[in-house]
């Protein structure tokens, strides 16, 4: 049985590429809710707002940080390929939005069946309403004024 091939030391790294370096595509541990007592503690709140796709929970207190949990239960598919899509889904739109956010709380997405009908516009749309709604956001991004045409240019 032949040896699996090692990485030679010549070979470029995908994670040094100019590409994707300063990317970050991961969500470290401090920026996830891990344990059951902050889930509770956020539902316990009580601050929801309620989307087509997706259900926000916002928890605020002194000591959080912005952090992120997610949910996808059965309700969503009995697959569990199907689950882990909406998550993923979720986590995307997420990462995205994430440096536009405003202040220091815990969110939870609960995401809803429809989410796995849902396009990548709809979704990250709806997570811009919801996070807009609860006042982390500035505006809407379908809110936003979009000029049709150019501006003219003054006459000299």
Known sequence: MPKPRQRESSEVSLD?????????RTLNRSQRLTQSTAFNETFAQRKKWVGTYMVLWLRTTPDASLRLGLISSKKVHLRANKRNRARRQLREAYRQIRPKLNGQVDLIFVARRSLLKATWNETKNEMYSLLTQAGLLAECPEKSPVPT????????
């Open 16 to 24: 040094s590429s100019p590409l994707t370096s300063g990317l970050n």
């Open 149 to 156: 045409t150019p501006p003219e240019a003054p006459n000299a």
